[in-house]
């Protein structure tokens, strides 16, 4: 981590820390253009509501206009599920302390880690030491269910106001831009029906985010991004070698796609999973699928898709499923890491109150 980096951050846990209200602040992530930390909130009224996250922008203006633009994109799909919430912190002690208002935003906590370290460390479970355990998979009901959560991601942006359902309305055109595994985040299950014994996943850094109108293009850009990460999924980062562009060849469908570790399908994984992952990543954008054709099929494989569909296996089972996830979360070291991003526009500011 550079000084810089180190400086900026101790001034942020700085500010934090001289206000009683706020305990325990601590450096989540640093890379070239800024800097993360997670301050708790000291509340005992308000157990729901104890800890956020601060992103700051250093180094100039690019840094700058990316924040600003997360800003503006966490702003418009604000009361999402899978999007975090921008929050309002009355008497700020970040406007007292003169950093620049473009230099940070503020947004709920995401608390399990990032896709890229639970693939790593269910790889790491799944597959050390035993050798029985060569080649095991995620649980296909697990990964139904993070699949329904990237599809309600890409509806928020798709149609920003509607609760992640997809409308009649043209679509917005917003197009992710930096979708890979460190870019997502798993959380608790929130109490609804779509996640009861599962994470819920939640797209971050919206630093690279951008619109070009209505645009149905933008679907298909976002859903190539999500099939990407699906396949990170049930691979576990470790693809067998492909260089062809294979062609999918199911239920009378027949089209060529981008998900070239996929086909032949692999075994052990739902084929109507793989199927509709490689139709996110066909490579004609006119056959992948519609964001409502994907939820309703993901909806109907989380809802009817029991512990039976998949022979009764242990593993499928709601509890398996929430140990291992649980294991792989919060057994295991927390990550951090560096990477880059640029773009900017304008923001305006409607985040949540939160205390
Ligand atoms: N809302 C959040 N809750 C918890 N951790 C977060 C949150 N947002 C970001 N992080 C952590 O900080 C890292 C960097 O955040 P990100 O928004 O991706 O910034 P960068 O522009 O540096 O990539 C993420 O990979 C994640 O580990
Ligand atoms: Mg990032």
Redesign the pocket.
């Given at each position: 981590m550079s000084k810089e980096a180190v400086k900026q951050a101790e001034e942020l846990k700085v500010v934090f820390r001289r206000d009683p209200r706020f305990e325990s602040v601590s450096l989540?992530?640093s890379?070239g253009?800024?800097s993360?930390i997670r301050v708790r909130y000291r509340d005992p009224n308000l157990p729901t509501l104890r800890e956020f996250?601060v992103?700051r922008a250093f180094k100039g203006p690019e840094a700058r206009d990316a924040l600003m633009t997360e800003r503006k994109y966490l702003t418009r799909l604000r009361n999402n599920r899978h999007i975090?919430e921008l929050y309002n912190i009355p008497e700020n002690p970040l406007r007292n302390a003169r950093i620049d208002r473009r230099d940070w935003i503020i947004?709920?906590?995401?608390?399990c880690g990032?896709l890229e370290s639970f693939i790593t460390l269910a790889k790491g479970k799944l597959r050390g030491g035993q050798r029985k355990n060569q080649n095991r998979k995620l649980p296909n009901r697990l990964l139904w269910s993070l699949f329904l959560c990237l599809i309600r991601g890409c509806i928020a942006m798709a149609w920003p106001d509607a609760r992640e359902n997809p409308t009649n309305e043209p679509p917005t055109g917003i197009v992710h831009g930096d979708m890979h595994p460190?870019?997502v985040?798993l959380g608790e299950p929130p109490r609804d029906e779509e996640h009861t014994f599962t994470p819920i996943l939640k797209m971050?850094?919206f630093?690279l985010a951008s619109e070009q109108g209505p645009n149905p293009t933008a679907q298909e850009i976002n859903l190539l991004d999500i099939g990407d990460l699906m396949v990170a999924l049930i691979h576990l980062n470790e693809p067998p070698y492909a260089y062809e562009t294979p062609t999918v060849d199911f239920n009378n469908r027949r089209f060529k796609t981008d998900a070239r570790s996929l086909v032949p399908f692999p075994p052990d994984i739902d084929p109507s999973l793989v199927f509709l992952v490689c139709s996110c990543m066909a490579t004609e954008f006119d056959i992948r699928p519609s964001l409502d054709s994907l939820l309703q099929n993901a909806l109907r494989a989380v809802r009817e898709k029991t512990p039976a569909f998949f022979r009764n296996s242990r593993e499928e089972q709601d509890n398996a499923i929430r140990e291992l996830w649980q294991d792989i979360v919060y057994n295991a070291p927390v990550e951090e890491?560096e990477?880059e991003?640029d773009d900017g526009d304008d923001y305006e500011s409607e985040e949540d109150d939160i205390f």
């Open positions: 989540i992530a890379g253009y800024g993360a996250l992103k975090p947004m709920e906590w995401v608390g990032t460190r870019n985040l971050i850094d630093g890491s990477e991003k």
